[in-house]
């Protein structure tokens, strides 16, 4: 199983950004689905997840700026993130828990919001 994300790039700050995690490969389903950071020099850690039922779950910092989705269909979690800050530019890695293999990392996709 894979998982390719995409949508990083260069914004300035208040703008926007989506991101986007394609999951790919031989699988029976997905469970839960995340989307991570990782700033230089800091941990990584979780920016949101959701579960196949569409429940969510966000870190403090981006309430209200930032949504999770997903799209069952095609496979796909989304982080559509508006209002970016600078202290928001990191390395962002999506995940799943597949069924029945068990939790993969997608590579990681930069974001960088300039002041």
């Known amino acids: 199983v894979q998982l390719q994300a995409s949508g990083g790039g260069l914004v300035q700050a208040g703008g926007s950004l989506r991101l986007s995690c394609v999951a790919s490969?031989?699988?029976?389903?997905?469970?839960?689905m995340g989307w991570y950071r990782q700033a230089p020099g800091k941990q990584r850690d979780l920016v949101a997840s959701?579960?196949?039922?569409?429940?969510?779950n966000y870190a403090d910092s981006v309430k209200g700026r930032f949504t999770i989705s997903r799209d069952n269909a095609k496979k796909t979690v989304y982080l559509q993130m508006d209002s970016l800050k600078p202290e928001d530019t990191a390395v962002y890695s999506c995940?799943?828990?597949?069924?029945?293999?068990?939790?993969?990392w997608g590579q990681g996709t930069l974001v960088t919001v300039s002041s």
């Open positions: 995940n799943a828990d597949f069924i029945p293999w068990g939790t993969s």
């Open positions: 490969g031989r699988f029976f389903s997905i469970k839960d």
């Open positions: 959701i579960t196949s039922a569409g429940n969510t």
